[in-house]
């Protein structure tokens, strides 16, 4: 599937240049003050109380927050600064470990401080005994985020084109985006480490996080106890190459069990042939439709394309509960002609990505660590995504100022650390191959892989108390990972009120 880079109109084009990046998560930081009283200092860092938000998440933390200045330039070492934004989660224990994690989230742009409101289950028996510390990655919330808002009254314009809205967004953007890469972004961390007065930490990477971790370890070796890496993105991919065909390898996935499960092959026994019938409709002509807006509910006319439509895929196939409804949501756009649910699950994604990835500070990641990388040829045929997201990408970067990656940024990273890597079955974009590919230069490590799930596992069944096994003995040899077999995906929806009981 091609798809001209006009992009038909923007509607498309802004979800585009969100949805082309490497996950879905939370929003921009918001740690607002609790109080003026200041809370204990850490280090040399002064913190005070504050709580933890995000934008459409209902969960609120409390937190010890402050910020540590950096260079924008480090190697200049002048010039402009950035406060990064930083919070601790103190540990519940009167005699925590000496060593806390650190965690690192994924986008690129997501921030810390507010991604782990969707995490912090998860961790809560890991806290019991140490902190845990949050650092918004320069040009991520706290942290001077970077972020394109595309004019809103162009959003009807079937002329408009990428490359003036991101010339235009340029202008608007304090900041030397030549600096905003992984490797400045890790001698960040580790300053901030330095100031908090830990010795070693731990850290937990997701997704492009995963990539963000590697990178320290390899700067920083000696300050590494331990790492969890969950979603593996490490450097010698160039993200986005593949992902056509890893998510096409997942709609297989789940197709495949959709067939074996008596309720979703009795009701949607041609879903593969209805999705591919689908998409070359709307190939052909995209569909003009009325509908409420799911989340303010305004009426609107939406025109409902293929690209739409494969975005959705894609990104429900994130997590079974999601994965669930796919076949649902096809066969009643493209059987019974019902096509608004399919439609609203596409702004829902939109919006939520909108709100929680600094989208420049995407640019500046990708633009420099990835897309100079790019092979010319792809082989993205007889997948539902074709060529979108690599054309996207290279579109993007070619107006976006690409910053330089270090000579050996693609080599893989050695370390005799202990690494617990996790991976989803049915991950669409960070496959567990990628965590096999990491697994060949980290001799400690060990690679659990949670049956039926998607991308970002660490929370799925028995996986919180492996990880915080493993944080407390520090080893990968020992760990009992048969609980893991026993994780199992949603069941697929039958009709809107859910699957068979």
């Not at 305004?298 to 997590?319: G, K």
């Not at 019902?338 to 939520?352: D, I």
């Not at 709100?355 to 500046?364: E, K, L, P, V």
Request: aromatic share 6%.
């Amino acid at each position: 599937m091609q798809v001209e880079m006009t992009l038909g109109n923007t509607r498309i084009l802004k979800s585009f240049m969100l949805v082309a990046l490497f996950i879905i998560g939370a929003g921009a930081c918001n740690a607002a003050s609790g109080t003026s009283t200041p809370a204990p200092s850490r280090g040399d860092v002064l913190l005070e109380d504050c709580q933890l938000t995000a934008p459409g998440i209902d969960l609120q933390v409390s937190a010890s927050c402050g910020t540590v200045e950096v260079f924008e330039n480090r190697q200049a070492e002048s010039g402009r600064t950035i406060a990064l934004q930083i919070a601790i989660l103190e540990a519940n224990s009167r005699t925590p470990a000496p060593d806390p994690l650190f965690i690192l989230t994924g986008g690129p742009g997501q921030a810390a401080t507010e991604a782990y409101l969707t995490l912090a289950s998860a961790f809560s028996r890991v806290r019991s005994e140490r902190d845990i510390v949050l650092v918004d990655q320069r040009g991520t919330g706290g942290s001077n985020r970077l972020q394109c808002d595309f004019p809103q009254e162009v959003e009807t314009d079937p002329n408009a084109q990428i490359a003036p809205l991101l010339e235009a967004c340029l202008g608007t953007l304090e900041a030397d985006l030549t600096q905003y890469t992984t490797t400045a972004a890790m001698q960040d961390l580790d300053q901030v480490r330095e100031h908090l007065g830990y010795e070693q930490i731990n850290l937990y990477g997701v997704s492009y996080g995963s990539r963000a971790a590697l990178v320290y370890m390899r700067l920083f070796p000696e300050r590494v106890r331990s790492v969890i890496l969950d979603g593996l993105a490490p450097p010698q991919i160039a993200l986005g190459l593949d992902m056509a065909a890893d998510a096409q390898r997942a709609w297989d996935q789940i197709v495949e069990r959709c067939m074996d499960q008596a309720g979703c092959a009795g009701a949607f026994p041609d879903i593969e042939v209805t999705f591919n019938s689908l998409l070359a409709r709307l190939e052909t002509e995209p569909l003009l439709i009325s509908m409420s807006h799911p989340v303010s509910g305004e009426q609107m006319e939406v025109e409902l394309t293929a690209e739409m439509v494969a975005m959705v895929v894609r990104f429900h196939s994130y997590a079974p509960e999601t994965a669930a409804l796919l076949p649902l949501l096809i066969h009643t756009a493209q059987v019974e002609g019902v096509f608004e649910p399919l439609a609203a699950q596409f702004y829902l994604n939109a919006g939520t990505l909108e709100a929680s990835i600094a989208n420049a500070m995407s640019y500046s990641v990708m633009c420099t660590e990835d897309v100079p990388f790019y092979e010319e040829a792809q082989p993205v045929q007889d997948t539902f995504l074709g060529s979108t997201l690599v054309d996207g990408f290279r579109e993007i970067c070619r107006v976006w100022p690409a910053g330089e990656a270090p000579p050996d940024f693609q080599q893989p990273v050695y370390s005799e650390a202990p690494v617990l890597l996790l991976s989803g079955e049915v991950d669409p974009v960070t496959p567990p191959k990628y965590a096999d590919l990491a697994a060949e230069t980290l001799p400690n490590s060990l690679h659990v892989i949670a049956p039926g799930m998607g991308h970002n596992v660490v929370g799925r069944g028995c996986l919180p108390n492996l990880v915080a096994e493993f944080l407390v003995t520090g080893e990968t040899a020992g760990l009992d990972t048969g609980c893991v077999d026993r994780i199992q995906p949603f069941p697929f929806f039958i009709n809107f009120s859910g699957p068979l009981p």
